[in-house]
C-alpha cells in the first residue's frame, strides 16, 4: 500500500525535465532525464540521476563534466529524440545542432538554458545513479517555460527506465 501510494503522489508532479549529455573516450551521449534537483545553494551544486539502463550512464561514467540542458516547452521533438531513442542504435546529435562545451561536453542549440558541470560525487541509488555537479559554465538564452515530465510521460523509452 505504501509503494503504490507513493508512486500516486510522486506520479501527480509536474517537475521540468532535463537532457543530460556527457563525453568521454571520444564518444558522445545524451538522454532525457526527469531525476534532477539543485542540491546546495551555497556552494552551488545540482544533482542528476541517470538510469543504469542506458548508454548515456556508461558514457558518462568516464565523463568528468556533464551537460545539463532545461528543455524549452516548444522543444518537444528534442525531447522525444533524447528520451525515445537510444544512442545504442542512432547518433542523436546527427540530428540536431550543437556545439562542443568545455571538456568536449555536447550543448544543445535547442536548449539555450544549460550548464556544465564537473561531477563531484555518484552514487548508487537504486536503478539510477545520483551524480553530484558542480557548475563550471552556465548559459541563460530563453525565458521560455520548461517541457515538464506530464507531457513527457507520452513519450516512449528509448531504454526501459
Known sequence: MTESTFDSLVGDLDYPMFIVTACADGERAGCLIGFATQASIDPSRFLVCLSHENRTYRVAQGAELLGVHFVPEEQAEVAELFGGETGDEVDKFERV????????????????????????????????????????????GTDADEFTFHRARRIEPGHEA
Open 97 to 140: 545542432a550543437w556545439r562542443p562545451g568545455p571538456g568536449g561536453t555536447p550543448l544543445l542549440d535547442a536548449c539555450p538554458n544549460r550548464f556544465v558541470g564537473r561531477v563531484l560525487e555518484r552514487v548508487d541509488a537504486g536503478d539510477h545513479d545520483a551524480i553530484l555537479l558542480e557548475p563550471v559554465a552556465a548559459e541563460r
